[in-house]
């Protein structure tokens, strides 16, 4: 069953659509990350589906229901937003209480579910701490317990790991996966960070001035982006205008292989890093970048002619700055951008 679905919903801000007659389905239980650039409308569709911003046309039905009109504390939604609005006053267990009492749980029922949120999180026994106390981790982990408590049918979490250091958000991302899954909770998150969207996620919607760019599992838009907006967005740089004649696509690299059945004539073709391979025959270049990236070395390369051109390269045995080499493109890493 679809918990949410937009239909044709547009906002506009002074005659800019910030959205503009999005359309999108997300399953109950299912996890989906909208990933976009600053600007894109993300936050724009969190809030007209939490019901703080009003659609100027299209409907947001939740369950089934048509929810224009429907204020915000009757939507039934969680939200959790970047800077997670805790109460500096109330300690740990009163602010994961807080949605509970507003509910009229009574007391005890209410701490026995504090507690159990405190242990699904990772703090338990914390409900006397200062909230003031607790390090950003640990903060996140109580704004998160605080969404929970309700048992919304639908969370919503706006730039969840936002502030928190890299190798912290990682670990966090894999943990809330687990925990969503365990609790069967359908999540709408909104992330500029694409890793973070394609470690949560079971479905990517990449966001472009208000419109849905591309919606795909994460191995789906990753393998085949479906335009170069949404490959240069995920880091893919490796583009070049060509023309497809049979299965060769001819470029100033020189001739890249495509698939089978791609259309003759003009198109641009990405070649992913892991696609431009060392050979003793094909495009010379020289390598005039290199980057450590802890499993493998980011080569930046400077063809004959062309665009400069990404590839990875093995710890071990990549070149170095200055060093000639050939490079020859394997097919399945090219990707035909329409
Ligand atoms: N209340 C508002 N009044 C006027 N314009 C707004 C308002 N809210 C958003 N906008 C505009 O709508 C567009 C989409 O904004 P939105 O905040 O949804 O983008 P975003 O993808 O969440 O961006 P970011 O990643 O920077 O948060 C932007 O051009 C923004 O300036």
Redesign the pocket.
Known sequence: MSMLRLDGVT?G??G?A??DAVDLDVAEHEIVCVL????????????VVAGL?RADAGQVYLAGKDQSGVPVHRRGVGLMFQDHQLFPQRDVGGNVAFGLRMRGVARAEAERKVAGLLDLVGLPGAQRRAVAALSGGEQQRVALARALAPEPRLLML??PLGQLDRTLRERLVVELRGLFGRLGTTVLA?T?DQGEAFALADRVVV?RD?RIAQAGSPLEVWQRPASEFVARFLGFDNVVEAKVRGERAETVWGGIPVPTGTPEGACRVLVRPAGVRFASEGLPCVVSGRTFRGDHVALTLRPEAGPELEAAAALQTAPGVGERMRVAFDAAEVVVLP
Do not use: I, N, Y
Request: hydrophobic share 30%; no cysteine.
């Open positions: 906002v801000f002074g800019r910030a959205l976009g650039p600053s600007g894109s409308g993300k936050s724009t569709l969190l809030r911003q706006d730039e909104v500029h966001m208000g």
